[in-house]
């Protein structure tokens, strides 16, 4: 039996290796494998295995099978090869892209020392020499608790504990443990207290509609106003596919996000739930990796990194604010979009998709109006929760009677009124450049640009007007090319 191993390097090329008698049937597309390139071992993953092969060299043998851990689900190892052959990208680079590097490098997590008494050093306390306190203050401290304690914990009896305890092992009076450090990133989080999700009868019609369908691949875009509860949506969903023994993968589109939506998971599903995002550090993606392939955790919340995770028997994929231009991975290759690789993983795992969003991209708007996806609209604000007050101001009318104003009558009029009452304000400037508008005084033109048809923007940098959209520049004009007078002023906020 022979085996093609891509390894994750730059090149589309697979390298055929021997399967040895001992790994016959334990080596199949997705294993990953030590095998000898380049006059040393590395590891890379089997792309296909063949009784035969049509290379007539010199043909080496796999060394054997690295990591049972690194063992991809069917399901994920096709969507690795679609996202290989849509993106034009190496194998071997998509399999970097899904791995975390720590297991590339044989990952082996930290071991934490634990101490725990023996029946010796309970029955030595009572006539323990003084000439040594500290050992004789981690005996008596020992001597209390019923299970092995972290040695570096024991400072407060010992200066030095893990010394103390050295000696003290010698003398058979303690026994000491290693055990595989836990870096967890929701340790610092704490799990919360379990919340039962209440919904409004609104929200209760979308989870009926999904449900009804059935199991298997379906894409849903659930177009829901702001503040619509979109995500006590996706939360019930989730609490029903879990019930059913499958697992749920929800993808947010900034990393800033990830724990704000993982701690709403985790007062929902408590433990069970895992992070997962490229700020991660290398122990902790280790230590929630070998946990994922353990079948600890149902639920993984990330950013667009997570489509990676080898979840078992997955039945729910959540893309939320699918809009978002943060899904689409520029650099380095592969260079994927979230969005789309959820719609291929979910059909490769004949799992449910749902997009949600306030404001939908077209593509995925276009899709539902054809039917591709099932459109589900969310039309009122969930809870008691109001919209906030919109006022739109026309800054012509502001700029008419001195031509000056930056801050239009009624913003100023609401600020003062907010100061007076001793409140904040923020004021949110979203602009670039230093100002938005080359605008004439007489009839109120706007300088725009010819190939967009958008307003240019000043930049002080070079004293010329920008477009932000094609790119162009170009100086500024005293005279207007409307009404031609000589009365040009930069303005905007």
């Known amino acids: ?45 089997v792309v296909a295995v063949n009784p035969d092969s049509e290379y007539k060299g010199k043909i080496l043998p796999i060394d054997s099978i690295r990591e049972k851990e690194l063992q991809f689900p069917e399901e994920l190892w096709h969507t690795l090869e679609w996202i290989s052959q849509y993106y034009i990208t190496p194998l071997g680079q998509v399999l970097k892209a899904a791995v975390p590097n720590s297991f590339l490098k044989l990952y082996k997590p930290k071991q934490v020392q634990f101490v725990k008494i023996t029946a010796k050093g309970l029955n030595v306390i009572p006539t323990f020499e003084n000439k040594k306190p500290a050992q004789k203050r981690l005996l008596e401290a020992l001597s209390n608790i019923n299970e092995p304690v972290k040695t570096a914990s024991l400072t407060e009896f010992a200066s030095s504990p893990h010394t103390v305890c050295g000696q003290l092992e010698k003398s058979g009076l303690v026994e000491t ?65 879990v019930e059913d023994g499958q697992s749920v993968l929800v993808l947010v589109p900034e990393i800033a996000l990830t724990p704000q939506v993982a701690i709403r998971f985790r007062k929902a599903f408590g433990s069970r739930v895992a992070l997962w995002h490229s700020r991660m550090t290398k122990a902790e993606k280790g230590w929630t990796w070998q946990q994922l392939k353990k079948g600890e955790y149902s639920v993984v919340v990330g950013a667009r990194s997570a489509i990676f995770a080898p ?28 969005r789309d690789v959820a719609m291929v993983r979910g059909k490769q795992a004949n799992a449910i998709v749902l997009l949600t969003s306030a404001t939908p991209c077209l593509e995925s708007y276009y899709n539902a109006l054809q039917n591709k996806f099932t459109l589900l609209k969310l039309t009122k604000r969930y809870g008691k929760s109001n919209y906030p007050a919109v006022e739109l101001v026309d800054m012509k009318k502001e700029y008419s009677d001195d031509g000056s104003a930056l801050l239009s009558k009624s913003l100023t009029e609401a600020i003062n009124d907010r100061l007076e009452r001793s409140e904040q304000v923020i004021i949110l400037q979203n602009r670039r450049g230093y100002s938005r508008v080359h605008q004439c005084l007489e009839c109120g033109e706007i300088k725009k640009c010819e190939n967009c048809s958008v307003a240019l923007t000043f930049h002080r940098t070079d004293n010329n007007l920008h477009c932000h959209y094609c790119e162009s520049v170009e100086i500024p004009e005293s005279n207007c090319n409307k009404c031609t007078a000589e009365n040009m002023t930069f303005a905007g906020s």
């Open 1 to 45: 039996m022979f085996a093609r191993v891509s390894f994750p390097i730059s090149s589309f090329k697979s390298f055929t290796y021997k399967i040895p008698a001992s790994l016959n049937g334990t080596v199949q597309p997705g294993t990953c494998v030590n095998a000898p390139i380049n006059r040393r071992m590395q590891a890379g993953f």
């Open 311 to 338: 979840l078992k028997n997955l039945g729910l994929i959540i893309v939320d604010e699918e809009q978002e231009s943060s899904y689409k991975q520029e650099n380095p290759a592969p260079r994927y979009h979230a």
């Open 177 to 241: 443990l290693s055990q595989p450090q836990i870096t967890d990133p929701f340790e610092i989080m704490g799990p919360g207290d379990i919340q039962n999700i209440q919904l409004s009868k609104e929200q209760q019609g979308v989870v009926d509609t999904i449900q009804n369908t059935g199991k298997g691949f379906h894409p849903y875009l659930l177009h829901g106003v702001t503040g619509s509860g979109k995500t006590e949506v996706y939360l019930k969903l989730a609490q029903t596919t």
